[in-house]
């Protein structure tokens, strides 16, 4: 982890060096381009790096900003923001996919500077020589596991996109949309070829090399590939694949799950990596866009009361308090300091006098001073080994094997200590809806469900 964040800024300059026009006959001494850049093994990794770097950039603004809004779309959430201009933002609320606003223009064109990037590593790093078949191999399957997510990213919001799988576009040429059935495709294909070469998450930890990509994540990205393709007995192979790998499990504790000292945990199938070195802009700044306004936060994105009613409807106390912080609260998970109670979610500020509480940094881990920027160390989990059983469970409720389905989303129902799950068919079917809105709320899972 700690080097994918090392060489993230190295990368961020490379990633872009190849797309502008010659614009002397002469390479300019001293400056380091594509073509004098890829020699070794190091210069290789820096590359790739520099593609883990894009799952998020640098800052609130490029990509996290539309992974916690667009919950705002769906009956989980509110803008909730009541103090300032929401004209950034009303497109997305009422998801309406127009490019042309910041937030999903900003979501637009930082994927497929992402996708350059891995372009990049799939068009130079074959040639090296240096660096053996195996590192290679590894290399491009990190490559095109990012590429495959984010297309996904984009699929999943615009449908059918321009895909872009060479390094450099030729000049003038428009590029055309790709069919939906077409841009999926290309993602399966290119999970498909990362799990080849990826290694297990144990190998990645013998290794030092924890945060990269590994199988698991390929399989469980292909699978939700797959499962919103309606491709059931295809996601069934991969996600079966993943559970009985042993590689991965729930933690013992809802209140573990984002917590900053779970980061990379045994549920942790796919997470951005983060770092609190202030050298550095490579923390997530999100959670201070959805804190409270009377917490030095933004509040955009508060959760709904129709949230909190299906918890309460559920009887499910623990991931209530886990993911809604309300004002006047008395507690808020992992939170010690005592000072800041009753907590303030003012009316006044907030639409809803809610705001989310899986995102909430403890006043002690705040870097005094420089909160609000991206220096906050919370890995953003983008894949959950509980977001695997329930998908689990989806897929074999679809294909008629209940008693496999009930297993897996009792599993996760245990961990909160909720009833098991008797019913089958479509109430079965039912339960694993309200299931995954109550586990993953507010991680980017609603709208697209």
């Not at 294909?399 to 909160?416: F, M, P």
Request: hydrophobic share 35%; with cysteine; glycine share 6%.
């Amino acid at each position: 982890m700690k080097n994918i964040i090392k060489y993230s800024i190295l990368a961020a300059a490379m990633g872009f060096a190849g797309c502008t026009e010659d614009f002397l006959t002469q390479d300019v001494k001293g400056t380091q381009v594509l073509d004098n850049y890829f020699n070794n093994e190091k210069e290789c990794l820096a590359q790739v790096y520099g593609c883990y770097q894009t799952l998020a950039y640098d800052d609130w603004w490029q990509i996290y900003n539309t992974y916690i809004l667009a919950d705002m779309a769906t009956d989980d959430g509110w803008m909730n923001n009541t103090t300032q201009s929401q004209d950034g933002y009303n497109d997305l609320v009422l998801y309406q996919g127009k490019t042309t606003s910041g937030t999903l223009s900003n979501f637009w064109q930082y994927r497929y500077k992402g996708i350059h990037r891995c372009n990049t590593v799939l068009e130079y790093v074959p040639t090296v020589s240096s660096v053996s078949e195996d590192k290679k191999n590894r290399m491009m399957a990190e490559a095109k596991f990012i590429r495959a997510y984010s297309y996904f990213e984009l699929a999943k919001n615009f449908g059918g996109v321009p895909l872009v799988l060479d390094m450099v576009v030729e000049d003038g040429k428009a590029i055309p949309r790709a069919t939906l059935d077409e841009t999926y495709a290309q993602i399966e294909k290119d999970f498909l070829e990362a799990i080849e070469y990826l290694p297990l998450r144990s190998e990645t930890i013998n290794n030092g090399e924890l945060g990269r990509a590994t199988k698991g994540a390929a399989m469980g990205f292909l699978a939700k590939t797959y499962l919103y393709h309606e491709k059931y007995t295809e996601a069934e192979k991969y996600l079966d694949e993943v559970i009985k790998s042993g590689e991965y499990d729930l933690l013992d504790d809802f209140s573990k799950v984002w917590n900053m000292d779970y980061n990379n945990s045994v549920e942790g199938v796919f997470e951005i990596q983060t770092s609190g070195d202030i050298s550095y802009s490579v923390g997530e700044r999100i959670s201070v866009v959805a804190g409270s306004r009377d917490d030095s936060g933004w509040s955009w994105g508060g959760p709904s009361s129709d949230l909190e009613n299906a918890y309460t409807a559920a009887g499910d106390d623990i991931r209530k308090f886990c993911t809604i912080i309300k004002h006047g609260a008395t507690s808020i998970p992992n939170e010690t300091d005592q000072s800041i109670f009753p907590y303030q979610v003012s009316p006044s500020k907030h639409k809803c006098g809610r705001v989310n509480a899986k995102l909430y940094i403890p006043q002690a881990k705040r870097i005094e001073g420089n909160y609000d920027a991206p220096h906050i160390a919370l890995n953003y989990r983008l894949l959950r080994y509980a977001d695997i059983l329930l998908m689990a469970a989806e897929v074999k409720n679809q294909l008629g094997k209940d008693d496999e389905a009930r297993e897996y989303l009792n599993k996760v129902r245990s961990r909160v200590n909720l009833t098991d799950v008797t019913s089958s068919g479509n109430d079965l079917k039912e339960a694993i809806r309200l299931e995954r809105r109550l586990e993953l709320a507010f991680e980017g899972n609603r709208l697209y469900d």
